[in-house]
């Protein structure tokens, strides 16, 4: 009867682990749907931080990464956190005390289970206090394609990370980083397109020649300055109008 218990005891421990990893796994796709579901970077960021809430229960979390125009790492999203807190938060590339700096130089997560008691934290431990957190862990994000950054956690209590834990945080964290990269590059790709855009528009409206450009419907989609120039009237209200009556007007005198 003992042996009969010890099984039927070891069979529901291994039914208990395997629902704990279904749920962790559903968990992770429906957070993969999520953070690629746009390609906003800074709504990317935020909704990474909303599943790292969902997924591991985390209330105080942030995204840091390099801020290129002063040459720092900053938070570039958060969640929990005091505004006191997260403005404040700068941390140079040479700083060798951070964690945050440590963990995105190795490569390698860093978990500091007690913040009152761990040495490597002692000169942040004010910090830690005025924010209310004792564990804290900086798990970095590996990108090719965008800056520097690393997924931070805040615990309010003394944090166990077992293995399972940093694995989980590790995979979340792979899947927050194709997320950045896919809208950081979207966001280049955008820019050298308006830029593109610009310059073609110049290019258009320093034209000598009346450029007119319509749709399928004979409607005005684009007219460029000399047009507007010729018929004495803004582009913006010449969007729209019909091709027909505006080369009735550029061809019957209304010039």
Excluded: C, W
């Amino acid at each position: 009867s003992d042996q009969l218990g010890h099984l039927v005891r070891s069979f529901r421990r291994m039914e208990r682990a395997i629902q704990a990893r279904i749920q962790e796994l559903a968990t992770l796709l429906e957070t993969s749907q999520a953070v690629v579901s746009s390609l906003d970077s800074q709504v990317v960021l935020n909704r990474i931080l909303e599943q790292v809430e969902r997924l591991l229960g985390i209330e105080k979390s942030a995204i840091v990464a390099l801020d290129d125009q002063r040459g720092v790492f900053v938070a570039k999203a958060s969640r929990g956190l005091s505004s006191r807190y997260a403005e404040g938060l700068v941390i140079y590339p040479d700083e060798s005390t951070s964690v945050t700096m440590r963990a995105i130089h190795t490569g390698e997560p860093i978990v500091i289970q007690d913040t009152q008691v761990d040495p490597s934290f002692e000169i942040y431990r004010p910090r830690a206090a005025a924010e209310g957190y004792r564990g804290f862990a900086a798990i970095p994000l590996q990108t090719q394609h965008a800056n520097p950054a690393a997924l931070v956690l805040y615990s309010p209590a003394p944090h166990v990370f077992t293995d399972n834990y940093i694995g989980l945080l590790v995979n979340f964290a792979n899947q927050a980083a194709m997320a950045i990269e896919n809208a950081e590059l979207y966001s280049h790709s955008d820019a050298r397109l308006q830029e593109q855009t610009r310059r073609l528009e110049a290019l258009i409206q320093s034209l000598e020649v009346g450029l007119v450009l319509e749709d399928l419907e004979g409607k005005v989609l684009y007219v460029n300055r000399s047009i507007s120039e010729l018929v004495h009237t803004p582009s913006d209200l010449l969007i729209g109008s019909s091709v027909v009556k505006l080369y009735d007007r550029l061809l019957g005198g209304s010039i």
